[in-house]
């Protein structure tokens, strides 16, 4: 059994000096966004008991848009998968389409029972998928397994075609309740993403990330290639070390700016940037963003509050119009970095949203739900604008039990 090892550094010479001031750009529509899903409306800013319906959400900690023009979320506290055949127009209309319950008014783990291919359980990342990227790939995180549908649903409990991390569809133990992992096995799998030609998978619990090259087409296909681990059969935390620019603790989202490759490390509170897709298992990546180098790991660098350069727990990202954008989800706050600049290890982020100032942190900056404020957002995706209007970056807004489909700053 491997043997998981933590150095952390506190050391005062670790710790950064504040940061200057940097100039802070919108990243999005300051009237916030355009269409809320999921919310319950309540005057006194109170939280509501969540009741599972067509139109309320519990803790979605996935969202992503589709080529088509579906919008599609991971309904994650009520354990299903919720979709729109059409990108919705106003505020929390309805899905049209239902996996892992047997009917809208339905929740629990597995549908209170078994894992099955038609069941989930904590679903988190979601992804459109394959050519022309007409499928759609789930982590079901606490069945410790993807599953992946070749074409992408237009009716509810329609069955997945792959399961990856178990061997079939009525399997849901972490490493198939073996002491290591390997090429075929995952262990609370958070995140799902797709580059036009490779599947990748956060597999948080093995502190690892894993890829197959094209879209899997049997259950339980093996990894082509591992980062975070030197092989496919270790899972330690930071590699069994000190955290380094190959190691992991919990990665999660996966994203692909310039022809690279960029993770988010949240249990190290930073981003790690590869130039060129790497090639080889546990390659290192290229830069540290909410570091300033490859060995510091603090939240927020060492400070209560957080500036332009630092991240807690970045669980979120998304390529956005030469950005990355980032759910730094511990901080409440969305911001991005101008891919351009992510050359050195500590670069300073460009814009800002749902925070006042880079300075400050707070859920709903400590005050109701508001349509421009986010509380422990779990994942952002793009979806591209129509003819003639701009783009939005969908937010999986976890701890206000909603997503948001809000606009980008045109004028950042």
């Not at 969540?50 to 519990?58: C, I, Y």
């Not at 609370?188 to 090259?213: F, S």
Request: hydrophobic share 40%; with cysteine; glycine share 10%.
């Amino acid at each position: 059994m491997s043997t998981t090892t933590t150095h952390v550094s506190l050391a005062p010479a670790a710790r950064r000096a504040p940061a200057a001031a940097v100039s802070c750009a919108p990243l999005l529509a300051e009237h916030g966004a355009r269409v809320i899903l999921g919310a319950t409306d309540d005057p006194l800013g109170m939280a509501l008991p969540v009741v599972p319906s067509a139109a309320s959400m519990f803790g979605p900690r996935g969202v992503c848009a589709a080529p088509d023009g579906s919008l599609w979320v991971s309904d994650t506290g009520h354990h299903r998968i919720l979709g729109w055949l059409r990108t919705p127009e106003s505020d929390n209309a309805p899905a049209d389409i239902l996996f892992g319950q047997p009917a809208f008014d339905r929740e629990g783990r597995n549908a209170g029972g078994n894992p099955g291919a038609d069941t989930l359980n904590v679903p988190t990342g979601i992804t459109a998928c394959g050519p022309d990227g007409a499928g759609l790939a789930v982590a079901d995180a606490w069945n410790h397994r993807v599953l992946i549908w070749h074409r992408r649903p237009t009716a509810s409990h329609q069955r997945p075609d792959v399961v990856l991390g178990q061997a079939d569809f009525d399997q849901g133990v972490s490493n198939r309740g073996a002491d290591r992992p390997s090429a075929s096995t995952l262990f609370w799998p958070y995140c799902v993403a797709w580059d036009e030609g490779r599947l990748w998978v956060a597999d948080t619990g093995n502190r690892r990330v894993l890829m197959w090259q094209g879209l899997p087409q049997a259950n339980g296909a093996p990894a082509a290639l591992v980062l975070g681990q030197e092989d496919f059969d270790t899972r330690d935390e930071n590699g069994g070390g000190a955290p380094t620019a190959s190691s992991m603790r919990w990665p999660h989202a996966i994203t692909f700016p310039a022809g690279g490759l960029c993770i988010a490390d949240a249990g190290n509170n930073r981003l790690m940037r590869w130039l060129r897709v790497p090639q080889t298992n546990n390659a290192p990546s290229d830069v540290m963003v909410g570091q300033a180098g490859t060995a510091l790991v603090e939240h927020n660098q060492g400070s209560y509050y957080p500036d332009a350069a630092c991240l807690n727990m970045p669980y979120g990202a998304a390529v956005v119009d030469g950005l990355i954008a980032v759910a730094d989800t511990a901080n409440s706050r969305l911001l991005a970095w101008r891919i351009a600049d992510l050359t050195a290890h500590g670069a300073t982020a460009h814009a800002l949203a749902a925070q006042a100032d880079w300075n400050s942190k707070g859920d709903n900056r400590w005050l109701p739900a508001a349509r421009n404020s986010v509380c422990w957002p779990y994942s952002v995706a793009l979806a591209p604008g129509t003819a003639g209007a701009g783009h939005t970056l969908l937010v999986a807004d976890s701890g206000n039990n909603r997503v948001m489909l809000w606009p980008l700053e045109s004028a950042r």
